[in-house]
């Protein structure tokens, strides 16, 4: 691979972190002022609905790959119903 190319890999991670980090934060100030708080499974579909891998959210949120696809499956599970 050569160095443009792990260049660009790199400015893509960076560029998709970049855009959950404002995410959470636009999220965070609309529940503000609706007075209600974001929830871990809130955080996780945000999360995974810009892009991010479960082992990427599993980093930010502090838990294992495994446990972020569980939460992941229960949420759309409990969507259905």
Do not use: C, F, P
């Not at 260049?7 to 529940?31: C, F, N, P, V, Y």
């Amino acid at each position: 691979m050569s160095k443009e190319s792990s260049k660009s890999l790199d400015t893509s991670g960076i560029t998709r972190r970049l855009d959950a980090i404002i995410r959470l934060l636009m999220e965070e100030q609309r529940s503000q002022e609706q007075d209600k708080k974001i929830t871990q499974v809130e955080q996780v579909l945000m999360l995974h609905d810009i892009g991010l891998t479960d082992t990427e959210i599993g980093n930010i949120i502090g838990y294992a790959r495994k446990n972020v696809a569980a939460i992941r499956t229960n949420a759309k599970r409990m969507k259905k119903k």
